[in-house]
């Protein structure tokens, strides 16, 4: 049996009084079997706080947000705006007004996106100019490019991938070229679990003067973010990830980008005057925040801020690299079983993507499922990643703050038995 890393066997967080903070994880599900929740980077598991919070907003705050003058729509307002406040400082933003409310990561990077598409110079896309991705991208962050450059005819770039897992980045210099507006990549890989050098792409895009675009949805969950220390311009990532509810994104961006760029949708809240012959907009982040926002789901974003500030980003990412140490050893030990990414704990995040021989991923899946193991199988959103390494699926194991070594113990005798199943 694989020795358990030493911060496994002293990590505070694999206290009880964390896990059960976490309702679902006590669930009976296939046969009295206790659930096993290996999804994580999928969807994340709420704690009894966030829940809290938002039974509490609908049951003694409910109310539209910022017009009201009444106690209730005022309540509503400040709790609403403060959720904006605490992930300002989770973040590390210069201003909370650089934090805008959307409804996911997707629509976060789609925002970027037209953004671009509709901006005047220096900032637009046009056919003259190029879109550089990577080859790792989840969908949200290559999709959006794509409409973007068949609309103006730019043209998209990538940077591909090592046998490894990871970025090749030995032609950086002709993938971003002096014609490069935008560069958008992804921190950590949601198939992969590869952790990107942020530091020479960031380095190489300020040399061509592009602007850089980060999907941080699988990096803010699990370690700290600070988008001044990523150099960044604009910052992605998703509320359900991290201990939050669905429904609920963030698009952080630089000031002055913010205030140069148009918005993407229009409606009430987003405008200063209107006229039936045109109309002036608010300040970001309103101007950016058209309709009724995501109410509840931000007060539930800033309920799991307070909660993941409670235990310490710090405390999370090293529990997470200890949990992904003992997970990638003991997987390498399952015969037949490869995993598609780097096979050491350093630089990558704790989703841990693998195929078994020639079983197919959902037939693992499911045979997993009632062992009572909760995994995920596909293409993850990375279908590209799948055509790179000439497989049609995989097996994707994820783990978080909650996650044990007994877990990881339970997912490689799971997959003993899949194999027996299979002969």
């Not at 900032?123 to 962050?141: A, G, L």
Request: glycine fraction near 8%; proline fraction near 5%; aromatic fraction near 6%.
């Amino acid at each position: 049996m694989t020795q358990l890393p030493g911060l496994l066997t002293e990590s505070a967080l694999l206290d009880e009084a964390i896990r059960k903070d976490f309702p679902l994880l006590d669930r009976v599900v296939h046969d009295g079997k206790k659930i096993v929740y290996l999804d994580s980077a999928a969807t994340s598991q709420k704690p009894r706080q966030v829940l809290d919070a938002l039974n509490e907003y609908y049951e003694q705050h409910n109310a539209n947000v910022h017009r009201g003058v009444y106690l209730v729509a005022e309540e509503a307002t400040a709790l609403y705006e403060g959720a904006r406040d605490k992930v300002a400082r989770f973040i590390n933003a210069p201003s909370r007004d650089e934090v805008i409310f959307t409804k996911n990561a997707s629509e976060s990077l789609n925002l970027v996106a037209n953004m671009l598409g509709w901006a005047d110079e220096p900032y637009r896309v046009d056919s003259e100019t190029e879109i550089v991705i990577t080859e790792m991208e989840h969908h949200s962050n290559i999709v959006p490019w794509q409409l973007l450059s068949q609309r103006t005819g730019a043209k998209l770039k990538w940077f591909g991938l090592t046998d490894d897992g990871r970025l090749d980045l030995s032609n950086i210099n002709e993938i971003i070229t002096e014609k490069t507006k935008i560069v958008s990549f992804t921190l950590v890989s949601n198939l992969l679990g590869t952790h990107n050098p942020v530091e020479a792409i960031v380095r190489r895009a300020q040399q061509v003067g592009a602007l850089v675009c980060i999907d941080a949805s699988q990096a803010a969950p699990h370690m700290p973010l600070d988008v001044q220390a990523l150099q960044a311009d604009f910052v992605a990532f998703t509320g359900h990830k991290m201990c939050g509810p669905t429904g609920i994104g963030v698009l952080w961006g630089r000031q002055e980008l913010l205030e140069d760029l148009p918005p993407f949708l229009g409606g009430g809240e987003m405008i200063e005057t209107v006229s039936m012959h045109s109309s002036t907009y608010a300040p970001a982040p309103h101007k950016f925040e058209a309709g009724t926002p995501p109410i509840a789901q931000a007060v539930g974003l800033g309920a799991a801020v307070d909660y993941l500030s409670s235990i310490g980003m710090d405390k999370i990412a090293a529990h997470e690299h200890a949990i992904t140490e003992y997970a990638v050893q003991r997987l390498l030990e399952v015969p037949d079983l490869r995993i598609i990414g780097p096979t050491t704990a350093e630089d990558r995040g704790a989703a841990i993507s693998f195929t078994l021989g020639d079983i197919h991923p959902h037939d693992v899946g499911q045979v997993l499922d009632e062992e009572g193991i909760a995994v995920r199988v596909g293409h993850h959103c990375a279908r590209p990643v799948c055509l790179r390494y000439g497989i049609p699926a995989t097996t994707r194991a994820s783990f978080y703050l909650y996650s044990t070594p007994a877990e990881v113990d339970a997912l490689v005798d799971g997959l003993e038995h899949v194999r027996n199943f299979f002969g």
